[in-house]
């Protein structure tokens, strides 16, 4: 078992923003492809609690001492969302690198199945959306930041090769 520091806190970074994350976040953005439709990717609404509260996206956290960003960021999804289908495949990731000492780490991970809930405090909503509606919702600014990355990953267009 892991017993390193917490990475929860605020630090101001290189650019002079504040984040949250003393060792950096990471987080999921999940895709389900249903048969025959377009595929969705699952939202968290965070709430008045969690930073930039009110905006839209995707399910994540601060990464702790000595874990890796993929770790941290299945940890953070699962104590906002719960419990992530054990049928899973990684589609790809993307890093946010906003300042040279901090990043966030947005892995894609495509699901067999809807799942999801309000699950703790840091989460008012969970909902499922196609890719064409995601802009349409208020955005946390690092996730709207990353999402032309993220869509490319899920749509298959990113020219990366998945993880």
Known sequence: MWHGRSGDGFM???DGHVRWGVFGAAGVLFVV????????????????????GGTWSC????????????????REAAEEVGDIPEHHRVLGQYVFAPADDWTYTTIVLEVDQHF?????????????VPLQLVDHRPLHAG?????????????GTSGLPPV
């Open 116 to 128: 999801g809930a309000s699950v703790n405090f840091e989460t008012d909503a969970v909902v499922w």
């Open 33 to 52: 492809r249903p048969r025959d439709e377009p595929p969705l990717v699952m939202l968290q609404k965070r709430s008045a609690m969690a930073h930039e």
């Open 59 to 74: 399910a994540g956290g601060a990464i702790d001492e000595g874990e890796t960003p993929f770790q941290a960021a299945l």
């Open 143 to 155: 996730f709207a930041a990353a999402w032309p990355h993220l869509r490319a990953i899920v749509d």
């Open 12 to 14: 101001r970074c290189s």
